[in-house]
Nanobody
Framework: QVQLVESGGGLVQPGGSLRLSCAAS????????MAWYRQPPGKQRELVAH???????DYADFVKGRFTISRDNAKNTVYLQMNSLKPEDTAVYYC??????????????WGQGTQVTVSS
């Protein structure tokens, strides 16, 4: 079993910054893809960014140049640094991690979600 714990959400003014964290724990043998999704109010969940390995990253167009995804493999943790935040970034942010346990069978796990509100 694998648990994901997210932190770092909150209320921030437009133009501000937040850093989200998502730490995985449990029966982990290998973590491949780590990703952040978000679900704005009344909308579908959407991919924000993902990272494979230590530095292979990709971003949705609407966050390119403003958000940075990174990971600490020693801590099984993925981060999302969010700068120049806009009101339209308001959403519940979820991490998703692809984990293989001792049986080497990979599975996706989701965090509980953390609210990010951008408002003056």
């Amino acid at each position: 079993q694998v648990q994901l714990v997210e932190s770092g959400g909150g209320l921030v003014q437009p133009g501000g910054s937040l850093r989200l964290s998502c730490a995985a724990s449990g029966r982990i043998f290998r973590i491949s893809v780590m990703a952040w999704y978000r679900q704005p109010p009344g909308k579908q969940r959407e991919l924000v960014a993902h990272i494979v390995g230590s530095s292979n990253t990709d971003y949705a167009d609407f966050v390119k140049g403003r958000f940075t995804i990174s990971r600490d493999n020693a801590k099984n943790t993925v981060y999302l640094q969010m700068n120049s935040l806009k009101p339209e970034d308001t959403a519940v942010y979820y991490c998703k991690v692809n984990v293989a346990g001792p049986d080497l069978v990979p599975s996706d796990y989701w965090g509980q979600g953390t609210q990010v509100t951008v408002s003056s």
